[in-house]
């Protein structure tokens, strides 16, 4: 999440898309930044609905805005949580992690390692869609003026920069999981169970496996 108030700009970050990058890049042009406070209204990962009701309270005109958010394959992004939970786990291996142990994505993280295999958790934990929430709100209306697209990253970033009349900076790869080709990990019942719960998500963007 960022807002710019000077640039009129308001960024919406689903995560695991590419999100860290696109703060850091645009960090300097903003001057309300994020906090990782669980349901603060500057949560990092608020969700398109509670902000534009914070705008309200504020009497900020939403429209004045260009609002703008990144969805990624929901395919991709499912594997994406999956290695990128094997990496934080692994990572602590060694260190103290009494401060944070009890925050949300530890304990999600830890139990998805301790899982058999990635259909495993693609049945136990891919049970909505986790990126509609950043564009449109509770009666399904779009209210965000821009989404990306994961895999035209740099393409539609520069899109953005431009209609919000600032130089494209450069977008750090930043908080990356895996390389490897996500296919890989799926067997048919778990691509059709991820096109199942995204299936909104898949038409809208026309995403496929």
């Known amino acids: 999440m960022l807002i710019s108030h000077k640039h009129k700009f308001l960024f919406l970050h689903v995560p695991k898309s ?3 990058s696109i703060r850091s890049a645009l960090a300097s042009y903003s001057e309300v930044r994020p906090t990782h406070t669980p349901k603060h209204v500057y949560n990092h990962h608020v969700r398109a609905n509670h902000l534009k009701s914070h705008f309200e309270s504020q009497k900020w005109n939403w429209s004045e805005y260009f609002k703008f958010t990144f969805f990624r394959n929901p395919w991709d992004i499912t ?3 999956w290695h990128y939970a094997h990496k934080c786990i692994q990572e602590t ?6 401060n944070w142990a009890n925050s949300d994505w530890f304990v999600r993280a830890k139990r998805i390692t301790n899982l058999n295999n990635f259909d495993e958790f693609v049945f136990n934990y891919v ?5 509609l929430s950043f564009a449109f709100d509770e009666n399904n209306n779009l209210i965000v003026d821009f989404i990306g697209d994961f895999d035209n990253l740099n393409k539609d970033f520069n899109t953005i920069c431009q209609k919000i009349g600032i130089t494209t900076p450069d977008l750090p790869k930043l ?3 895996s390389s490897r080709p996500y296919q890989s990990l799926y067997s048919q019942k778990s691509i059709d169970h991820v096109h199942k719960i995204y299936k909104k998500t898949i038409d809208y963007m026309n995403f496929s496996f």
């Open 175 to 177: 908080n990356q999981s």
């Open 79 to 81: 594997a994406s949580i």
């Open 93 to 98: 291996k060694g260190i103290d992690t009494s």
């Open 127 to 131: 049970s909505y869609d986790t990126q």
């Open 18 to 20: 590419a999100g860290t």
